[in-house]
Each structure stands twice: as structure tokens, then as C-alpha cells.
């Protein structure tokens, strides 16, 4: 079955740095664009980059253009999100997701808080 499985969050100061690695399985990886969301405490789910299948293609949203980079190893079935000048409202659960033939597949989520 599809797995995505996130790590790699924590907690930093501010105008530090973290890598987030999402773990795919279950599902040919390297067929299926990747996308990283996150969820702020008391707010939505929001977008945050996504990748195309080849890692060629990537889309940020604006808050992260400039700081975060989305990056795929599809010999590792892996996708990555590096983050650097880390703000505190950056602070959110960060989720892996892919849409593979008509259904939403989620990670469990990674909790990156941004906090001196």
C-alpha cells in the first residue's frame, strides 16, 4: 500500500536551517509529482512547494520562494525540503502528499517549530 513517511523536523531559532525527507513506497515514485503542505496551529492545511516527476518543475508558495528548495532522489523514492532563514511562522506540522489515480495519499505529518 502507499506510505509516505516524513522526518527530519525539530526545533530551531530563528534564521536556522532543516532538511524535511519524506519516505514514498507502494507506488512507482518516480511517475508522480510530490508535493509538501503544512498546517499552522489554528489554520488550514496550505501548500508549500511541489515537484514534477522529474524533479525539472518546481512551485513554491510565496512565503517560501527564496528560502525553501524541493528536491527529489527517485533512485531513493525520496522527496526533500530544505529550509533556510527560518521564521517562527514558519512553525507547522509539515505533511508529504501525493495524488496517485484519483485518491490523496498523506504522511503522517513532522512538527517543525521555529522558536528561541
Known amino acids: 500500500q502507499v506510505q509516505l513517511v516524513e522526518s527530519g523536523g525539530g526545533l530551531v531559532q530563528p534564521g536556522g536551517s532543516l532538511r524535511l525527507s519524506c519516505a514514498a513506497s507502494g507506488f512507482t515514485f518516480s511517475s508522480y509529482a510530490m508535493t509538501w503542505y503544512r498546517q499552522a496551529p489554528g489554520k488550514e492545511r496550505a501548500f508549500v512547494a511541489r515537484?514534477?516527476?522529474?524533479?525539472?518543475?518546481?512551485y513554491y508558495t510565496d512565503a517560501a520562494k527564496g528560502r525553501f528548495t524541493i528536491s527529489r532522489d527517485n533512485a531513493k523514492n525520496t522527496v526533500y525540503l530544505e529550509m533556510s532563514s527560518l521564521k517562527s511562522e514558519d512553525t507547522a506540522v509539515y505533511y508529504c502528499y501525493c495524488y496517485i489515480v484519483g485518491r490523496s495519499y498523506w504522511g503522517q505529518g513532522t512538527q517543525v517549530t521555529v522558536s528561541s
Open positions: 515537484i514534477s516527476t522529474s524533479g525539472g518543475s518546481t
